[in-house]
């Protein structure tokens, strides 16, 4: 079984499979609008790459501020 969460925020979709990499698309279609990738290496839980996803949409000046967004 494959499985694979998926985060969405502002427009965007992250994909990730619990590996190194995490697929941002644009609209939550997957595909052709594949716009970037995050890359780490170090084992992170959901709330750290749901605050990873965060950062890249504050970096690409998508939101002003990832505290608003973080419970």
Do not use: S
């Amino acid at each position: 079984m494959k499985m694979h969460k998926m985060f969405e925020c502002e427009g965007y979709t992250f994909k990730w499979a619990g590996g190194c990499t995490i697929n941002v698309y644009w609209d939550g279609i997957e595909g052709d609008n594949k716009v970037d990738a995050i890359e780490f290496y170090h084992t992170y839980t959901d709330k750290e790459v749901a605050i990873l996803c965060l950062n890249w949409l504050e970096e690409n000046g998508t939101i002003e501020d990832v505290e608003a967004y973080i419970i």
